[in-house]
């Protein structure tokens, strides 16, 4: 018996510090179709973990070495990829530096929480973004690193 | 270009209580290879969400409707299944009643805290539980449900 699942893909919100203080979060303009605003990310290998495929996509998206500081979640509705069923497996990461479109990105560009809502986002990344604020929300202050805005 | 990905499964660590007590959680005799002692679990469908293979899953080889409680982690590691590249979603769920073995499993029983690490797992199912009982550590009382036995 053949198996068959569906593709496993991760993406990152990535937090960008300057000078330790928050800036936003990354999305990017995608070169391949669906065209639009989306989270970076991509399809994970055979052979690698889903934390190195994470990390792998960000430099290869974005040209951020980041640094993985949680998984958000797991978003697998059938319907969330308008080409096929796609699984993501979401973390939220953190980087020091901008980032620079690489490969599948036209254009990146840093968001501030407060307009995040107003992207226009592709798949079902405006849900994952909603999840993050909720969590964001939830978070004790106890949590955050120091030198973190509050928003 | 096509896309390969490993494949998608996902485990359920199966919380028993009886009477609104906590028992163990469920472990199965795996009916087919690798045998041995595994989380019961399966094989992520096209068209179904990961919290719905989950489900079906625990119907199919524990007999059980299980309530899902929350996202232990995800497993991904090159080398944790014999057979090929696999990436389980693993869950925490709750059932009130006793596991009935099913499709994929030779027998079941319900395993309390203290005995658990005494069963030889296959796949990397050892340290799920490892995972799995430092979180039980860390989180604190008011998080465990009303009724529930503190080990």
Partial sequence: ?????????????????????????????????????????GFMDVGESIEQCLKREMLEEISLDVEIKGLLGIYSDPNRDPRFHTVSAVYICRAEQLPIAGDDAKTCKVV???????????FDHALIIKDYLAYRQLRSDKDFPSGEEKD
């Fill in 112 to 122: 501030s929480l407060e307009k995040l809502l107003n992207e226009q986002f592709v």
């Fill in 1 to 41: 018996m053949a198996i068959i699942t569906p593709f496993i893909t991760s993406d990152g919100i990535v937090e960008i510090y300057v000078d330790n203080l928050f800036k936003g979060i990354v999305v990017i303009d995608r070169l391949n179709p669906p065209y639009g605003i989306a989270l970076p990310g």
